[in-house]
């Protein structure tokens, strides 16, 4: 049951499960690159994905040399020990399709809505972390820790760089946990998740302005935005 319980957890990521499903399929030996160009994601997002999958024993890995000289590469295959599971389907993207609809047909009040309610979950993702009687003590470097920590359990994967001397946040976001759902409507969404960052941070920051200066749905690598704050 334990193990069981470990693998339904692991397999509860979407992308996670399609990875392994594709190795499956494939029944062949992958790599990072592979998995990464495959998915759409980054390298260190695949690996991380195969990591979680080589921790409960469905793949396991083992160094290959290319030929062509240099480091070994690293290969995955499904493990002998795999347990398989029956997943019942449940099309989550179309769900959140036809909801992000509905806001789109609600026109400007339908996005104030979906902005509103953006900002609310972001908020919600963070109530644990401000639970803590000693959240006003933290330092900026303790609370960006807090925020990576959220982000990274959330699939967004951020990386954080501090710049005390303009007191403002630059953050880059790896993985869209909205990529699939954005494609007809990827302003739209987009505005909602930069409502979700806000909220995220307004947990613990006030008077935040998040400003967007790149964004992978108009051709680059990542997104990319900077926060001006005033520290609670």
């Not at 996670?16 to 030996?29: C, D, F, M, P, V």
């Not at 080589?54 to 062509?68: A, L, W």
């Not at 290969?75 to 099309?91: A, C, G, K, Q, T």
């Not at 953006?118 to 925020?147: A, C, D, N, R």
């Amino acid at each position: 049951m334990e193990q069981t319980l470990k693998v339904t957890n692991v397999l509860s990521d979407p992308t996670r499960y399609n990875i392994y499903q594709y190795i499956i399929k494939e029944h062949q030996e992958v790599n990072v690159v592979e998995i990464a160009k495959k998915f759409d994601i980054h390298p260190n997002v695949a690996r991380l994905h195969l990591s979680k999958l080589e921790d409960i024993n469905m793949v396991k890995s083992y160094s290959k040399k290319t030929g062509k000289g240099g480091r070994p590469s690293r290969m995955y295959r499904l493990s002998d020990e795999v347990i398989e599971l029956n997943f019942p389907h449940r099309d989550y993207k179309l769900l959140s399709s036809i909801a992000l609809e509905s806001f789109v047909e609600l026109g400007e009040p339908g996005k104030v809505a979906l902005y509103r309610t953006g900002k609310k979950y972001g908020m919600k993702v963070m109530e644990h972390y401000s639970k803590s009687p000693v959240i006003e003590e933290l330092t900026t470097e303790q609370k960006i820790h807090i925020l990576e920590d959220a982000g990274t359990m959330l699939g967004m994967y951020p990386k954080f760089q501090y710049d005390p001397e303009n007191n403002s946040i630059r953050f880059r976001i790896n993985n869209c946990p909205f990529k699939e759902i954005a494609t007809n409507n990827h302003s739209m969404v987009c505005n909602m998740h930069n409502a979700f960052l806000k909220g995220m941070f307004e947990v613990l920051f006030t008077n935040v302005d998040l400003v967007e200066e790149e964004n992978m749905f108009q051709g680059c690598e990542n997104c990319i935005y900077v926060a001006k704050l005033s520290i609670v």
